[in-house]
């Protein structure tokens, strides 16, 4: 996603009021590019997290999204925030 930028105008009634719009054209730049890595580091963030246990109660108190595969079973389950449960994939 690219954000918008602020539009250049040449010319300015006083060098106060050029001085104060370049000002503001610097932070918004700024503000941009901060997003723009904010953005990048969430698109690579890992979706999930994946946890090896005996037993989902093992895991304690999981985040939505996570994964788990329960060794004596040999299933993977995913924790469901909604309805606060886990549910099976296999």
Do not use: C
Not at 46 to 67: S, Y
């Amino acid at each position: 996603m690219r954000y918008p930028e602020l539009s250049y105008y040449k010319y300015m009634a006083t060098k106060e009021l050029q001085d104060l719009y370049m000002s503001i054209q610097s932070w918004s730049g700024q503000l941009i590019n901060e997003l723009d890595t904010r953005d990048t580091e969430q698109n690579f963030k890992p979706a999930t997290q994946i946890v090896t246990a005996v037993t989902t109660t093992d895991i304690g108190r999981p985040n939505g999204g996570f994964v788990v595969y329960i060794e004596p079973t040999g299933k993977y389950y995913g924790w469901n925030a909604v309805t606060s449960a886990w549910d099976a994939f296999n």
